[in-house]
T-cell receptor, first 112, second 113 residues
Framework: NAGVTQTPKFQVLKTGQSMTLQCAQD?????MSWYRQDPGMGLRLIHY???????DQGEVPNGYNVSRSTTEDFPLRLLSAAPSQTSVYFC???????????FGPGTRLTVL | ELKVEQNPLFLSMQEGKNYTIYCNYS?????LYWYRQDPGKSLESLFV?????AVKQEGRLMASLDTKARLSTLHITAAVHDLSATYFC?????????????FGQGTILTVHP
């Protein structure tokens, strides 16, 4: 199993550009989530999904969209990048909520 | 709004000593998670605590949950250098917010010889 994979590892964007961060898992997990981690802060939940076709907002959803058309993939879309979105983004998955979460390696995003 | 507070935020320990990290949260929940993060790396799940009184142990780490006090502890026994990392707790909202996790700020642990 590859576990949870994220692409790209690093990305630099200009203000106003859009992009999609990819997240995939090969463990047939129902629950997937996106977090951002900023210096000196814990992780903050952006969006999450408890199964294909079901998504919900987390603590900091503004400026981000998600969709979950398959069990395996959970892409995060930045609609119009802003410098405040400079962060490290982690995707995670678990069999269901209440089970061990497995985290991807992260994407370091810089918005100029 | 669910608030999760860890203390201490910074912990410098000597090898061989014991210490406890505390995780307090503000609203009712009976699901709590502990994670470890090494510098520049991703997070690794340590424990999942799903009920009042739950206790789990792995090596030199032991976690417990008291839902009535809204408190979880991560106890370190006879610390070794390899335990140096940042430790996070995360609490899951209950009820209609099933699946929504809030993280604490993290505790940076440094173990000295």
């Amino acid at each position: 199993n590859a576990g949870v994979t994220q692409t790209p590892k690093f990305q630099v964007l200009k203000t106003g550009q859009s992009m999609t961060l990819q997240c995939a898992q090969d463990m047939n997990h129902e629950y997937m989530s996106w977090y951002r981690q900023d210096p000196g802060m814990g992780l903050r939940l952006i969006h999450y999904s408890v199964g294909a076709g079901i998504t919900d907002q987390g603590e900091v959803p503004n400026g981000y969209n998600v969709s979950r058309s398959t069990t395996e993939d959970f892409p995060l879309r930045l609609l119009s990048a802003a410098p405040s979105q400079t962060s490290v983004y982690f995707c995670a998955s678990s069999y269901q909520i209440g089970y061990t979460q497995y985290f991807g390696p992260g994407t370091r995003l810089t918005v100029l | 709004e669910l608030k999760v507070e860890q203390n201490p935020l910074f912990l410098s320990m000597q090898e061989g000593k014991n210490y406890t990290i505390y995780c307090n949260y503000s609203t009712t929940s009976d699901r709590l998670y502990w994670y470890r993060q090494d510098p520049g790396k991703s997070l690794e799940s340590l424990f999942v605590l799903l009920s009042n009184g739950a206790v789990k142990q792995e090596g030199r780490l032991m976690a417990s949950l008291d839902t009535k006090a809204r408190l979880s502890t991560l106890h370190i026994t006879a610390a070794v250098h390899d335990l140096s990392a940042t430790y996070f707790c995360a609490v899951e909202y209950g009820g209609t917010s099933y699946g929504k996790l809030t993280f604490g700020q993290g505790t940076i642990l440094t173990v000295h010889p």
